[in-house]
């Protein structure tokens, strides 16, 4: 079984979590490693809880669910040679107006520069966290829209996602990261800015032929 390590417990992370206990051989860790307990005891048995260290050690997949400057930082400074990471991040400025840089790279491929030999892979910065409280038939059809180079490891994110929840959407190579992040940004807009809630996500229509 696949052994994945949610790394930091806000509300995507705890999202995950809820949507992939008893699914998977789940590991998390945080900083507030007391608290991460007190959660790890509410989802169903067989989660670990450890310190980041050990959880990325343990993990095939290593999820960053995280802000981007936090996870830039566990990028360069942890063990992250041959782990499939998965990039949940918006590089967003501290006052949510806006994203930090665009178009000509992506938080995705800056964790892919710090860590060289992971396999960073980036989905889930377009969905917002209430919808892992939704039931998972509500969620079935909502893509996370995936990015990466290795194909192994796109592979392996696609397996998560569906056992998630949701639906995938294959983006290409990690520098599609630059359109994703700024379709992130776009659901942030739409969904506190102009007040439509945040059981919302961006998907595409192929209309009949």
Request: aromatic share 6%; hydrophobic share 50%.
């Amino acid at each position: 079984m696949t052994t994945i390590a949610i790394i930091g417990l806000g509300n995507m992370g705890k999202g995950l979590a809820k949507r992939l206990a008893g699914k998977a051989d789940l590991v998390l860790s945080s900083r507030d490693q007391a608290a991460v307990t007190v959660f790890a005891a509410t989802l169903p048995a067989g989660v670990t809880v450890l310190d980041q260290a050990d959880a990325i050690a343990k993990a095939d997949i290593v999820v960053l669910a995280l802000p981007y400057a936090t996870a830039l930082d566990v990028a360069a400074n942890q063990a992250l040679s041959g782990k499939v990471v998965l990039d949940m991040t918006n590089p967003i400025t501290p006052d949510f107006s806006g994203l930090l840089f665009g178009f000509d790279t992506s938080a995705a491929e800056n964790l892919q520069e710090a860590a060289p030999q992971a396999r960073v892979v980036k989905g889930f910065n377009t969905i917002f966290a209430s919808l892992f409280d939704r039931p998972a038939a509500e969620t079935a059809g909502i893509p996370v829209f995936l990015a990466g180079n290795d194909q192994a490891a796109i592979a392996a994110v696609e397996d998560l996602v569906k056992l998630s929840g949701f639906a995938v959407e294959k983006t290409g190579g990690i520098e599609a990261a630059r359109l994703l992040e700024p379709l992130g940004m776009l659901n942030i807009r739409l969904g506190y800015g102009l007040g439509h809630g945040t059981d919302i996500a961006p998907a595409w229509a192929k209309l009949d032929a």
